[in-house]
């Protein structure tokens, strides 16, 4: 089963670390270490999903992989 890239990376402005969703746009969180930042996107990934069935909106599939993982 596919399910969603998330990207995390270190925020020195924030001073802390951002996780985000490629596939679901503006679904992000921030967190003090990449853990919580993780453990807080997901809970976004869940809201958004949420919200976008409530708004009669569709879900996209995930698709994003990063270069590393694609083949050429």
């Known amino acids: ?3 969603y890239h998330i990207n995390i990376f270190p925020s020195d402005e924030d001073a802390g670390y951002i996780a985000d969703i490629p596939d679901l ?3 992000s969180a921030f967190g003090e270490s990449p853990e919580e930042a ?3 996107v997901l809970k976004a990934k869940v809201a958004w999903i949420e919200a ?3 708004e009669g909106k569709p879900v996209p599939p995930p ?3 990063p270069a590393i993982y694609r083949v050429a």
């Open 25 to 27: 746009a503006h679904c």
């Open 38 to 40: 993780l453990a807080e």
């Open 1 to 3: 089963m596919k399910d």
């Open 63 to 65: 698709t994003f992989r």
């Open 52 to 54: 976008a069935h409530a």
